[in-house]
């Protein structure tokens, strides 16, 4: 009998439990909806985001348009015989990045230059097939001070550190300031600093410890700019510490000067040159 109840009392439960379900669903299914609806909003809101990138993207015709048009203007005064076929490795992955990077102007004139060289039997082996990846590792501010760096002018930049009075060290405020990126007209000149350590990973360019320029009028526009003087003036309110300017340079490395030929100087004046 006892045996009996038990089963009757675990049927009972089983029921119960069933019977909840329909219930637990109509307490669940208006927020079922509500997160639904919300997916269904974000979803929306991304496609609204990601539609302009159609319309960046270049098709096979935008790019042999383009590619045809600056190649017959970067080779024209080349003799035919001295027109070669550009090697695989350099020109394959150009028409493909030209895709995503088409629409920005600094980027295409890079692989434009980068091609014009491969095809140019006297400057063909400064065509380096990884200067490619390099460019497809850039910003278009990034391209603007190559063009900038290859004008050949000096490049000072400044450090501003706060020394402990105390001689115990420091701790350094503002990293690799210059006016590059205002000269070089990028668009996002504050992110500078940023950009030049892009261009060391790259190997392009490099920031040697303790190398400066000895004329000191150099950096008298650097150190006389409103921000480093603000900066300047804060830490001298600090009783413990005193402002110090490490005043250092840019240099182009062998490769990145390798970079110039080929992707930045404009093909019709590096023939020029030759």
Known sequence: MAEENKIRDAADAIKGIADSIPVYQDVVQPAA???GLALQTIVKTIHIALAPIGALVWGYDQVKEFITAKLADKLRNIPQDEIQTPPANVAGPILEALKYTG???SLRELYANLLASSMDKMTALKAHPGFVEMIKQMTPDEADLMHF???GTPLPLI???AKLKDGGGGLTILKHFSLFGFDAGCDYPELTPSYLDNLCRLGL???PAYSYYTDKKLYEPLEDDKQIKEIIGQISKEANKTPEVDRGRVEITELGAQFITACVQ???LLRANK
């Open 103 to 105: 629409y920005q102007e």
């Open 205 to 207: 360019i490099e920031i």
């Open 33 to 35: 909806k509500e997160v």
């Open 149 to 151: 760096f290859a004008r």
């Open 159 to 161: 450090n501003i550190r």
């Open 266 to 268: 404009d093909h019709l």
